[in-house]
């Protein structure tokens, strides 16, 4: 029995998942907090709850992807795959990373962050696959504006998703 819990420790090591985090008691890496996905509204817009129990609306920071559920507009191109692709990344009752922006409101009173999954940025991930741009840049809310840049610059060479459409990114997205 020793011997096996041996190599079961060695195991969680070795794979980079400490003995904590598989019994579900790690600590969010530094700024960040835990939150559980209750739903993806769509590809930039979720819905979260705290640790404290408080509902919060969240938009994902820098970035902008297509339309698919704001009233009175028709679903755009690639507004239902962004929102697939963010249910998939985080689905509901899922517990993510969040780091709040600074400040930690917009205009609409909704929280700005950007959420990790499994130490992957989420807003990252929506640029690098072609389903996001970068948007709505304000400082001081630029942390990882670099990293994103240069995901949209690979994704436009690569024409992934939006970026497959000449001139939809531009015509469709204007303050960039």
Known sequence: MKRICMMLALLFVLTGCGLLEFWGESNPAEG???????????GDTVIVHLEDGTRERVRLL????????????????FGEEASDF??????EGEKVELERGTPD???YDRMLAYIWVDGENVN?????EGY???AFVYEPNTKYLDELE???????????????????VESRFKDY
Not at 86 to 91: G, Q, T
Not at 124 to 128: A, D, G, K, W
């Open 150 to 168: 240069e995901a949209q610059e690979e994704a436009k060479e690569d024409g992934e998703n939006i970026w497959s459409i000449p001139g939809y």
């Open 86 to 91: 963010a249910k998939k990344l985080m689905p």
């Open 32 to 42: 960040r907090e835990f939150v559980t996905i209750e739903r993806v509204v769509d």
């Open 132 to 134: 996001a741009r970068v």
């Open 105 to 107: 409101r917009d205009d």
């Open 62 to 77: 820098l970035i902008d992807t297509p339309e698919s559920v704001k009233p009175n507009t028709e679903v755009q191109p």
């Open 124 to 128: 990252q991930m929506l640029v690098e």
